[in-house]
Each structure stands twice: as structure tokens, then as C-alpha cells.
């Protein structure tokens, strides 16, 4: 009997060899879970004896892959921003692992913040441990190859969820671009995304594939950069949807060189100058992220003053159009003061008389507290001196949003604070029964140990629940706060969730 050879190896000897590189080639997983909802915690910082440092994925999984280690017994320190993990005898936050290869480790930790923290949104790697372990992702990589980015702005327009930031950095150098960098994404729905699981951004890219700037090059200035915020979509003259926004050009933090109005070219993909501001303008212009009322029918966009120390309070307005938003005529401030002085307007029973002027600048949180040192402004009387819900000590605030929110039949503010125990790193919930106040008392939802996170915005287009569930992000960074960056995690956008059922938010 002949028999023919073959140039295959039999099945089993295939299924078997696959079997044995599989264990040599995934690494040891650690999985750090919220100890309440079983969902994996990004961020959290698994570091060893030496110093050696692994921060889990936005799947809450640290593959590690290192031989020194491999076969060994290692302690690894376990903390993250809001989440603890128990100490032992001795103190030390953290556990004795066995390291082998294609085996994994469950590590449990308690919540701190009220908020929880959901994924990264932005920048390299996002999934990269889970995708080393072999495991699958919720959805394909973003394109762009964006390193890092900043202060996130959005806008609904075409149909589509519009995504703008400010800095964007890239891979393949030091220095990226200056001049915003936009995606899109659908909105979520039925048949759509889960915000819940991750936000699928749709790149404007440039011939390289790194996301290109949303605004040209300032002619003359190589160096300016382009900032820009208050995106809202409008009507013009022709009923057409446009999508406008403040731009800044200008020579690092300080120096503007122009500002006025740009309007979204849809042949382009990019922004175009639509009216130039005078230099001196400062408040007539839409800034921050735009409040719209609850009634639609009262055609007015409210926005944050400049001069505001970036606090989040409606006090300017205009009319939901083109032609409104471009002409400085047509803006209000809402404001106590008579127009023109530093005195309060009292009504013939001495209250004070808060509405829209146009011919009066809005308050801020600090002038307001200037009027009332002076004693023009009775405390009682203040719409934006904010206290801490549990200390009652004022809070410095920079930064936010304001929605309304159907669940809390309030309108509601997640806001950032000046200082506080990590500069520009602490986030706060707040409610007025009126967008613009007063606003009183807040609870602390985020906290972060020597960074920052800051210019945070609610989406309130990812609400869930009947507005019970709401999401808001922020830009993560040792920029203003610590020495020490995150890796991956560093000038990226960061997701949290906040379940306003919870009782630790009622206000008094």
C-alpha cells in the first residue's frame, strides 16, 4: 500500500500549536473593575516595587509584558483619581500578583467620586491592552492619528453630531496644530451608538491622515493659532442651516491679533470669516457652549461673558440668527447694574432689579462679589455666589456648562473650579430652578489628585433615561497642576457619567 505524503501538518498538530503560541504570546492581564458594577475602570495606575508603571485601558485592562517579571510573584501599587483600593496591614495600597503569561487577575475598586468615569475619548491606544490580550474592542480605532487634544466643543448641524478641539497633537512630531481640529460622529439613538460604550469620531483629515486644521492659516502669521468656541447651529435670512462660532487668532496665550464671527463652509469641510469684531469687543459675541431656552419658540441663545473668568452663568444673549449673532446691537447682558455705572438699580420697594439691557455690561462672579463687599448688593440678592453643599465655603468656579434637565426639572451646570484641592482638577454639580440662577449651593462630583481637568461640558444630546443618566467630559492634563503625566491619558478628553438620582446630589 502507498502512502502519499503531504505538505500540511495534520489538523490537531495546527490546533495545537496555535494553542501553545497563544500562551506565549498573551501577556498577563490585570482587570480593574468598579467593585458596584462590575464595568472596568480606565485609568487607574498599576506600578511595581521599581517604580515601573502600567495604566489600565478604557476597558480597565493593563496587559503586562515585560520578561523581568514574567514567572515572578509582584506587588503592584493600585490608585486612580476618585476609586480606592483597600490597604493592607501595612498601609500599602496594593496586591502580590503571580505573573504568567495567558492568565488574568480581577482587581476590585471602590468608587470616591460621585461621577463615574467611563472611557477616553480622544488620542492613541485607547483599547491598546485589551487589543494585546487578544480581546475584543467596542468599535474600530478613530482615524486622524491625534496624539492628544483640547477643550472639546460640539454642535448638532447636518444631521450629524459635530466635534471640535482646540490643540491637536500628533505622533509623528514634537508640535502638531493650532488651528481646531474637527470630527463628526451620528447622533445616539436606536440603531446608533451607546454612550455608555464609546463615542465613534469620524476625522476631518488632511493628505497625511492627521486630522487638518478647521481654520485657514492666519495670512502673515505662520505662528498665530486659531481658537475658537460658541459653536451654534442658526438659520440666516433664507431659513438655511449654518453652523457660526467665535474665532480668536492669535500669538500664544495673550496676544489676539482679531476675533469676530466664522461660519462652517460645507464644500470646504472647514470655517470661513464671516465678520470681524471690533478688538476692544468684550462681551458681544457668542463664548462658551451656548445655552438654548427650553422653549424653542423664545428664539434667544444664551452665552457665557468673556470676562467671566471662563465660569460657565448665562448672561449673554441674542437672537437664534445669522443676522442677530453677527451685529453686536443685538446682544443683551443680563445685569443688576444701571447702564453705564457701578450701581445697583433698585426697584420702589429697594429689591435689586435683575434683566436684559443692552446697554449695560453682564456681572460676573467676581464683580458681583465686589458689589456686594461695597455693600451695593445684598448677599441674598446674588445669582452667582456659589457654596459648597457641604462646608458652605464659596467656590471659585471656571469653566462648565449649563442644560436643562427634565429628570431634575432644573436646570443643571457641571463646572470646574479655580484652585481648590487640585488646581483646575475638581468638578461640581450645581441646579437653578432658572438658567440664570440664582445659583447657590453644589456637590463635588470629580476629583483628581495634582492634575487637572478642565473646560468640562455636559452633552445633553447623550442623555439617558429621561436626563436621569448624563454624560460630560473634559480635558485631562499636568498643565496647569503636576510634573508627572499620565501616559496615553495626557491633553486627551475623558468621559464621565452621572446618575442624578443619586442622593448625594440633593442640594439644599
Not at 496591614?89 to 503571580?98: C, E, H, I, K
Not at 456659589?386 to 457641571?414: C, T, Y
Not at 473646560?455 to 460630560?472: A, E, K, S, T, W
Request: charged fraction near 25%.
Amino acid at each position: 500500500m502507498t502512502r502519499h505524503s503531504s505538505s500540511r501538518p495534520p489538523l490537531l498538530f495546527v490546533v495545537l500549536l496555535c494553542s501553545v503560541a497563544r500562551a506565549l504570546c498573551v501577556p498577563f492581564a490585570i482587570h480593574v473593575t468598579d467593585n458596584v458594577t462590575g464595568r472596568g475602570v480606565p485609568m487607574i495606575e498599576l506600578e511595581t516595587v521599581n517604580r515601573v508603571l502600567y495604566v489600565t485601558d478604557s476597558n480597565g485592562f493593563a496587559a503586562i509584558d515585560d520578561p523581568q517579571l514574567e514567572g515572578r510573584r509582584i506587588f503592584f501599587y493600585v490608585r486612580g483619581h476618585g476609586y480606592l483600593f483597600p490597604a493592607d496591614g501595612f498601609g500599602s495600597t496594593g496586591r502580590a500578583l503571580d505573573v504568567r503569561k495567558d492568565t488574568r487577575a480581577e482587581l476590585k475598586v471602590e468608587r470616591l467620586n460621585i461621577a463615574e468615569r467611563l472611557y477616553r475619548i480622544t488620542g492613541e491606544g485607547i483599547y491598546r491592552d485589551t487589543e494585546m490580550l487578544g480581546l475584543p474592542r467596542p468599535f474600530p480605532p478613530h482615524n486622524g492619528q491625534v496624539a492628544g487634544q483640547d477643550s472639546v466643543q460640539t454642535a448638532s448641524y447636518g444631521g450629524r453630531i459635530h466635534w471640535l478641539w482646540g490643540d491637536t497633537m500628533r505622533m509623528a512630531y514634537a508640535l502638531g496644530h493650532f488651528r481646531m481640529s474637527g470630527a463628526t460622529s451620528p447622533k445616539p439613538g436606536p440603531g446608533s451608538f451607546d454612550p455608555a460604550v464609546g463615542v465613534p469620531l469620524e476625522y476631518f483629515v488632511g493628505e497625511n491622515g492627521f486630522a487638518r486644521p478647521m481654520w485657514p492659516a492666519v495670512p502673515g502669521q505662520s505662528s498665530a493659532l486659531v481658537w475658537s468656541d460658541g459653536f451654534i447651529s442658526v438659520p440666516d435670512r433664507n431659513g438655511r442651516e449654518r453652523l457660526l462660532a467665535h474665532f480668536s487668532q492669535r500669538l500664544g496665550l495673550e496676544k489676539q491679533l482679531a476675533h469676530g464671527i466664522s461660519v462652517f463652509n460645507d464644500e470646504t469641510k472647514s470655517f470661513d470669516e464671516l465678520s470681524v469684531l471690533p478688538a476692544d469687543e468684550p462681551w458681544r459675541y457668542p463664548k462658551g457652549h451656548p445655552v438654548r431656552g427650553r422653549d424653542e419658540l423664545d428664539g434667544y441663545i444664551l452665552f457665557r461673558a468673556e470676562a467671566d473668568s471662563h465660569a460657565p452663568f448665562p448672561t449673554v444673549r441674542a437672537r437664534a440668527s445669522v443676522e442677530a449673532l453677527t451685529k453686536i446691537q443685538s446682544y443683551e447682558a443680563f445685569t443688576c447694574l444701571r447702564a453705564g455705572t457701578r450701581e445697583v438699580e433698585r426697584d420702589a420697594a429697594g429689591r435689586a432689579v435683575w434683566a436684559w439691557k443692552s446697554d449695560a455690561a453682564p456681572l460676573t462672579q467676581e464683580s458681583e462679589a465686589l458689589l456686594i463687599r461695597d455693600g451695593q448688593l445684598r448677599a441674598e440678592e446674588a445669582r452667582y455666589q456659589v457654596r459648597d453643599a457641604q462646608s458652605s465655603k464659596p467656590i471659585a468656579l471656571h469653566a462648565g456648562s449649563v442644560r436643562w434637565n427634565a429628570f431634575r426639572e432644573k436646570w443643571v451646570m457641571i463646572v470646574g473650579q479655580r484652585g481648590g484641592t487640585s488646581m483646575l482638577g475638581e468638578i461640581w454639580f450645581s441646579e437653578a430652578d432658572d438658567m440664570t440662577g440664582p445659583w447657590r449651593t453644589a456637590r463635588k462630583i470629580v476629583t483628581h489628585d495634582r492634575q487637572s481637568f478642565y473646560n468640562p461640558v455636559h452633552h445633553d444630546f447623550l442623555d439617558q433615561v429621561g436626563g436621569r443618566l448624563i454624560y460630560f467630559e473634559g480635558t485631562y492634563s499636568n498643565e496647569f497642576s503636576g510634573p508627572v503625566a499620565t501616559p496615553r491619558y495626557q491633553y486627551n478628553q475623558i468621559m464621565y457619567r452621572l446618575d442624578l438620582s443619586d442622593p448625594r446630589l440633593r442640594l439644599p
